[in-house]
């Protein structure tokens, strides 16, 4: 995320020694947001600052700006380099050595970078002449929340599948975000398909609302993943989002960790009011083996394609049989154990969407509400909604 105001790109004595792991830890978190092509091609690279704090680690796409700090070095000369990080993440993803030395020196000329491992050395060009934007800072003041970075991963994973993604709308192709009243809520949703994660807690006073857009949340959810998190802290500040975390590797109390902050503009508009789409009581409930659900609505959905996901679910005292909705290519029918006491019925539903959820969800048993012809089809889990609208039968 560009700011106002650049950072030159000289490199006069810079010179790091720090560990070959953290170090690629630090650009692998940042290689996300690095464009393969941009009409400024210096941001198809990224910057390296060394000063008394630390070494840090810009990228930015103009969108979203990423900071990755490291603490545990030593910054034997200040200075800031601009270097292609393909290259830089090759070597040291191919090295062995435990720590790597970074230099400018006159010796291979100003316009190239050293890197010194044990187990070699290597000279790359550093970009030199043009100006590096500068990414925004997390706010020093103003309000902030702070959740568990397990937690905050696990309720991207649940939301993020659901935001629209053929890019018909902007604001249902980013992720809601939302702190009011004791609880965190986050929600994607297509129009057809509803996610809502929610999370209670004192500390969730708020009042805010925002619309973050998935890929913002994709390169949080990437950075989550890649080691152990910490605390993850959020603040919104003139239609921009700030997250800072600091993510350790998963090896061992001694591993490296880094200090990542992301800074991302936020979707304008108004997010519809989707809860209202969520009956208070349903008409009639199913209930499955989680596990055999998720088995028969993978084996019906072997007999769809691309242009036809739909299947029925035809449900009766006791079994529920699937079978996909156009049989031009094939037929399946498969019958899965439930229980149900409501009429009989039929229902038409998306196995791609339906499969979405149920690799997510993580409970042994699943309770399917039933809420009449063109309702949607509910689904919970503690801390989860899920909402699937039906699609039509044939006549």
Excluded: W
């Amino acid at each position: 995320m560009e700011q106002s105001g650049t950072t030159q790109t000289t490199a006069t004595g810079f010179t790091v020694r720090c560990e070959r792991e953290g170090l690629l830890m630090a650009l692998q978190a940042a290689h996300a947001v690095v464009p393969t092509n941009s009409p400024k091609p210096i941001l198809t690279n990224m910057q390296l600052q060394a000063h008394e704090d630390g070494l840090e680690v810009n990228a930015t796409d103009q969108q979203v700006g990423l900071r990755v700090v490291l603490r545990r070095l030593q910054v034997l000369a200040p200075g800031s380099v601009v270097i292609p990080v393909r290259q830089l993440v090759g070597i040291l993803k191919e090295s062995a050595s435990p720590d790597v030395l970074l230099e400018v020196g006159p010796q291979h000329g100003p316009d190239q970078v050293a890197i010194r491992l044990v187990d070699g050395e290597y000279v790359i060009p550093q970009v030199v002449g043009e100006t590096f934007p500068s990414i925004g800072q997390f706010p020093q003041t103003g309000e902030r929340i702070t959740v568990p970075g397990s937690e905050l991963e696990n309720m991207i994973r649940k939301t993020l599948f659901a935001v629209d993604k053929d890019r018909t709308s902007a604001v249902l192709g980013g992720v809601y975000f939302a702190v009011a009243d004791g609880e965190l809520v986050m929600a994607g949703t297509d129009g057809k398909i509803l996610c809502e994660a929610t999370r209670r807690g004192e500390e969730f006073s708020g009042p805010i609302k925002a619309i973050i857009p998935a890929g913002t949340i994709n390169h949080l959810a990437r950075i989550l993943a890649s080691g152990t998190p910490g605390e993850v802290e959020l603040a919104m500040e003139s239609k921009l989002v700030f997250v800072r975390v600091v993510v350790a590797a998963s090896d061992g109390a001694n591993a490296p960790a880094i200090q990542v902050e992301l800074t991302s503009r936020l979707v304008e508009g108004s997010y519809p009011a989707y809860r209202n789409a969520l009956p208070k009581e349903p008409q009639h409930r199913v209930e499955f083996a989680a596990a055999d659900l998720r088995s028969a609505v993978r084996r019906t959905a072997l007999m769809t394609s691309n242009a036809s996901r739909g299947i029925v679910a035809t449900l009766e005292a006791g079994q529920c049989m699937l079978r996909n909705m156009i049989a031009t290519g094939g037929r399946a029918e498969i019958p899965v154990t439930c229980a149900y006491d409501g009429p009989s019925a039929k229902i038409g539903l998306n196995a791609g969407y339906l499969q979405s959820i149920l690799r997510v969800y993580e409970e042994d048993s699943v309770s399917l509400e039933l809420n009449g012809p063109g309702r949607g089809m509910i689904m919970r889990e503690p801390g989860m909604t899920y909402l699937i609208m039906p699609i039509s039968l044939p006549v």
